[in-house]
Antibody, heavy 119, light 113 residues
């Protein structure tokens, strides 16, 4: 069974940092693009970033460029999101998701980890 | 960025009745080389992550009941639930994957009347 399990969320002060992790199982992780998608409380979905199978290409939504870094460790079947200079508007549940082929079709999604940015 | 606009924000439909959700893209998401619309629909039930229902605007994901149908007309798309079941209560999102960044509609909440 394909599974994605996120961890690393929590309460952080504005300007602080947090590193999210996503552990993948049930599929050959190294052959898929992967994404982070977030959902603010009671709000809709916003794609954050994605990364190519070998980590050689990375893309970000404009609002996080220069602050967030996506990475992966294929040996550990893990995806990461390093978040720096956090703002209140970054408060959300962060889901990792597997991309389908070379297109940003997200299937499946992890349950998500909640990041709260507040003083 | 391509803006996806969904309507209505919410709708209440009686069990067994039809529910239709609309989605409009701010620009074409049709790739001329393969004549496919890069448009997907997701279902998010309370407390769960989103689940892919339909892609290429009208291709049903494996295991998705055939009461779910996606349709297209230019830059306007629709998701129709032909006979609403209790388990279909959810928020539905459209998403374009034609151009980076992939963008979602604001969501439509479907409830039982």
């Amino acid at each position: 069974e394909v599974q994605l399990v996120e961890s690393g969320g929590g309460l952080v002060q504005p300007g602080g940092s947090l590193r999210l992790s996503c552990e993948a199982s049930g599929f050959t992780f190294s052959t898929y693009w992967m994404s982070w998608v977030r959902q603010a409380p009671g709000k809709g979905l916003e794609w954050v970033a994605n990364i190519k199978e070998d980590g050689s290409e990375k893309y970000y939504v404009d609002s996080v460029k220069g602050r967030f870094t996506i990475s992966r460790d294929n040996a550990k079947n893990s995806l990461y999101l390093q978040m720096n200079s956090l703002r209140a508007e970054d408060t959300a549940v962060y889901h990792c998701a597997r991309d389908r082929g070379v297109v940003a079709l997200f299937d499946p999604w992890g349950q998500g980890t909640l990041v709260t940015v507040s003083s | 960025d391509i803006v996806m606009t969904q309507s209505p924000d919410s709708l209440a439909v009686s069990l067994g009745e039809r529910a239709t959700i609309n989605c409009k893209s701010s620009q074409s998401v049709l790739y001329s080389s393969n004549n496919k619309n890069y448009l997907a629909w997701y279902q998010q039930k309370p407390g769960q992550p989103p689940k892919l229902l339909i892609y290429w605007a009208s291709t049903r994901e494996s295991g998705v009941p055939d009461r779910f149908t996606g349709s297209e007309s230019g830059t306007e798309f629709a998701l129709t639930i032909s006979s609403l079941q209790a388990e279909d209560v959810a928020v539905y999102y459209c998403q374009q994957y034609y151009r980076t960044p992939p963008t979602f509609g604001g969501g439509t909440k479907v409830e039982i009347k």
